[in-house]
């Protein structure tokens, strides 16, 4: 089994700044993407950020220069550091994780999400 925990959230004023952190432990041969997605109340939940086992990242138009995602591969942790934040960035932040279980079947890729970490941002 794969375990994903976040932290890192919290209530903080339009302008300010968060660094959501997000690990991975269990039975894992390696992790090929990583991301930090949201849902908002009465919204789907969306993409923020992901980055690749090499570090080629994508964002959301919505964060694009304001939010920065980064890993490391050895502690199989993702982060994402928020700056500038606007109330609209309220929502609930989940990890995901793309999981490969066993090396001599590298097609053999698995989804697993956190538990969420609720980010308020007030104006």
């Known amino acids: 089994q794969v375990q994903v925990v976040e932290s890192g959230g919290g209530l903080v004023q339009a302008g300010g700044s968060l660094r959501l952190s997000c690990a991975a432990s269990?039975?894992?041969?390696?992790?090929?993407?990583m991301g930090w997605y949201r849902q908002a109340p009465g919204k789907q939940r969306e993409l923020v950020a992901t980055i690749s086992s090499s570090n080629r990242t994508n964002y959301a138009d919505s964060v694009k220069g304001r939010f920065t995602i980064s890993r490391d591969n050895a502690k199989n942790t993702v982060y994402l550091q928020m700056n500038s934040l606007k109330p609209e960035d309220t929502a609930v932040y989940y990890c995901?994780?793309?999981?490969?279980?066993?090396?001599?079947?590298?097609?053999?890729?698995?989804?697993?999400w956190g538990q969420g970490t609720q980010v308020t941002v007030s104006s």
């Open positions: 995901n994780a793309e999981v490969r279980v066993d090396r001599y079947y590298p097609s053999a890729l698995y989804q697993y």
């Open positions: 269990g039975r894992i041969f390696s992790i090929n993407v």
